[in-house]
């Protein structure tokens, strides 16, 4: 299992007023919205995830990684005792993804894309 991209996610609540600061402020431009998610990126590829509230999970992620086999990455979490908080699942929106809860009560969505 690899790791593709790991961004940053935040959770925010009026999501047009977030996406304008960050993009006035640092130059970044909108690759993806959902309109309770959109991420912005720069022409470097650095993201950065702006979030309201999950569609379908109970609690929003701090941070996502992408990984090339996110059924490999699911177990070696479960494994490694780590609590899934989101089963993993095939979201609408063309990703299979997991969440768990690090030591700390950090939530990482991990995910892969169809």
């Given at each position: 299992?690899?790791?593709?991209?790991?961004?940053?996610?935040?959770?925010v609540e009026d999501l047009q007023a977030a996406a304008a600061g960050y993009v006035?402020?640092?130059g970044l431009v909108e690759v993806m919205n959902h309109g309770w998610i959109?991420?912005?990126a720069g022409?470097?590829?650095h993201q950065v995830s702006l979030m309201t509230r999950d569609l379908t999970a109970a609690v929003n992620p701090t941070?996502?990684?992408e990984v090339d086999d996110v059924d490999a990455a699911y177990a070696s979490a479960v494994a490694a005792g780590l609590?899934?908080?989101?089963?993993?699942s095939d979201e609408e929106w063309g990703v299979r993804r997991f969440f768990f809860?690090?030591?700390?009560?950090?939530?990482?969505?991990v995910l892969s894309h169809a």
């Open positions: 299992m690899t790791v593709l991209r790991v961004v940053p996610v935040h959770t006035a402020a640092l959109v991420t912005l022409d470097d590829g941070i996502s990684v609590e899934i908080v989101h089963p993993l809860a690090d030591t700390s009560g950090n939530v990482v969505n």
